[in-house]
């Protein structure tokens, strides 16, 4: 199985900045697309960011010009620098990661895994 572990959450003043982290480990062949997601109370899970492993990524419109998702293929890591917080940002953030588990090609099975979630709150 892959694990997935987030930091970085926390309380931030509107206005503020914080940087998420995620961790991938486990016996991991590829990862195709690892991203960001996030919940908050009385509302359904939500795409906040995501890349794929050639680059490309998307974005929430609520997100788009404030949070930046990056990568580090080699540490199997995802980030999330969020800027200008506000308020309604507020909610638990949860890294999700999807490929290949396996030591070779030939003996690889798709995966999908996500993190238990890191609180991020935003008030005064």
């Known amino acids: 199985q892959v694990q997935l572990v987030e930091s970085g959450g926390g309380l931030v003043q509107p206005g503020g900045s914080l940087r998420l982290s995620c961790a991938a480990s486990?016996?991991?062949?590829?990862?195709?697309?690892m991203g960001w997601y996030r919940q908050a109370p009385g509302k359904q899970r939500e795409l906040v960011a995501s890349?794929?492993?050639?680059?490309?990524?998307n974005y929430a419109d609520s997100v788009k010009g404030r949070f930046t998702i990056s990568r580090d293929n080699a540490k199997w890591m995802v980030y999330l620098q969020m800027n200008s917080l506000k308020p309604e940002d507020t909610a638990v953030y949860y890294c999700?990661?999807?490929?290949?588990?396996?030591?070779?090609?030939?003996?690889?099975?798709?995966?999908?895994?996500w993190g238990p979630g890191t609180q991020v709150t935003v008030s005064s």
């Open positions: 999700n990661a999807e490929g290949l588990l396996g030591r070779t090609m030939a003996l690889s099975r798709p995966f999908g895994s």
């Open positions: 486990g016996r991991i062949f590829s990862i195709n697309t």
């Open positions: 890349m794929a492993s050639g680059g490309s990524t």
